[in-house]
């Protein structure tokens, strides 16, 4: 799986550590951006596999990367997860 790239999306340090580390001894390349904009960015020039990304980041929620994300041509086949802690939006 050495060819798979995943995009992180988390500004949490400890979060970043509990997901990458797993994913990485997977043989998993691991992308990490740690807030909305630069997520967007990173998708962009990465075309990663698949992205995870976290609902309450700074910048630009992760509902709406994940929305930025599927019009784009890439981004409409590309899995994206989207997680949280704790989330207490609509």
Request: net charge positive.
């Amino acid at each position: 799986m050495s060819n798979y790239t995943l995009l992180l999306i988390d500004y949490e340090p400890r979060s970043i550590e509990r997901m990458r580390r797993p994913l990485e001894q997977a043989g998993i390349r691991v992308e990490v951006a740690t807030d909305g904009a630069a997520g967007l960015a990173a998708f962009e020039r990465l075309q990663p596999d698949a992205v995870i990304v976290e609902a309450m980041l700074p910048k630009r929620h992760g509902f709406e990367v994940c929305q930025e994300i599927k019009k784009t041509t890439h981004g409409k086949r590309t899995p994206v997860i989207v997680t949280t802690g704790v989330y207490k939006g609509r």
